[in-house]
């Protein structure tokens, strides 16, 4: 259980959801961890529940603010490295699900907020982190969605994101790859999170939509953040060491075998 013994690992939107899920899956195997969001309650909640896992205190920073500012973007990785006198593993998985009809006429404000997080700040934070994975001859992990691979109405901002990170996936990885840097990407189905949230339901009917969700997905449920995060540690471990460029979907079978995906 002591694979990521030793490791640094960054991981962006980590004070909920899937990203929450990833750092004590990987503090359970003794990752040091790199965690923020916007949310510093949040975060330390998070935070606790890695030390419960099995790291200690000194072995989780976290560092609040939003991603989408590149002054705390700087700010992030230089106190990561400062912190921790390394970074292993940058794992970009904050993101926003609405953005509105791509057929809808005017404003772009959602359109432009959804890209600027889920593209853009993913871009230039790898850039920041890369000349530390250089040194450690580190990876990344993206977190996707099997909607970067099929279209989606009425979620068409959020399939474009998606297909925009999974081609940064392919082609950051082949120009890192003879300087020993992979970078991969988990493209999970629905999963059990906050990012439903937008959508205003209560908990009944969260629990209805998961449920709708869950018969679209062959396997016959929904996602659990801790299915990313099996991915996401193979991925990031030693394991996959011959594999770059890859878009690992995590989706039990929906993205091939579900019926037409419904909001
Ligand atoms: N859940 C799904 O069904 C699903 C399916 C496929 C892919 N994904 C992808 O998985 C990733 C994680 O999503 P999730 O479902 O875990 O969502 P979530 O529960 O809503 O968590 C999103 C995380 O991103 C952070 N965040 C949002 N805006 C931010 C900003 N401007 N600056 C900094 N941090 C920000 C949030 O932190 P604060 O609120 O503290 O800022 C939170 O930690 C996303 O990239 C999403 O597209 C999710």
Redesign the pocket.
């Known amino acids: 259980m002591e694979e990521f013994k030793g490791k640094v690992v960054l991981i ?10 990833i750092a004590v899956y990987l503090a359970a195997r003794g990752a040091r961890l790199s965690l ?5 309650g ?2 330390r909640g998070v935070a606790q529940r890695c030390v419960e896992a099995g790291v200690t205190e000194q072995d989780v920073l976290t560092t ?6 590149e002054t ?1 973007r700087n700010q992030l990785v230089t106190r990561t490295v400062n912190t921790f006198g390394q970074l292993d593993v940058l794992v ?6 609405n953005g509105g009809n791509l057929s809808d006429p005017g404003q772009m404000e959602s359109f432009n907020d959804l890209m ?3 593209v853009n ?1 993913h871009v230039s934070i790898s850039k920041l982190a890369i000349p530390h994975l250089l040194g450690s001859r580190g990876n990344i992990v993206n ?5 970067g691979l099929r279209p989606c109405p009425g979620l068409g901002a ?1 399939c474009m ?2 297909a925009a ?1 999974d081609m940064f996936t392919k082609v950051l990885a082949l120009e890192l790859a003879s300087k020993g840097v992979r970078v991969n990407s988990v ?12 959508m205003n339901f209560t908990d009944e009917q969260y629990e209805a939509f998961l449920a709708r ?1 869950a018969e679209m997905h062959p396997i016959g449920r ?2 659990e ?1 801790k299915d ?1 995060a099996r991915a996401v540690a193979f991925l990031a471990s030693d394991k996959s060491s011959f594999i770059t460029g890859e878009l690992l979907v995590v ?1 039990g079978g929906s993205l091939y075998g579900g019926n037409e995906i419904k909001i």
Do not use: M, W
């Not at 609040?64 to 500012?69: H, K, P, V, Y």
């Not at 970009?92 to 699900?97: H, I, K, P, V, Y």
């Open positions: 962006t939107g980590s004070s909920a959801g899937i990203g929450a899920g923020t969001g916007r949310d510093q949040k975060l609040a603010g939003d991603l989408t500012d705390f970009n998985n904050a993101g926003l699900g600027n997080l889920n700040a977190i996707s969605s099997n909607l959020y994101s998606k990170l493209n999970p189905g629905c999963v059990r999170s906050e990012i439903h949230r937008v969700q929904v996602g953040p990313v989706d």
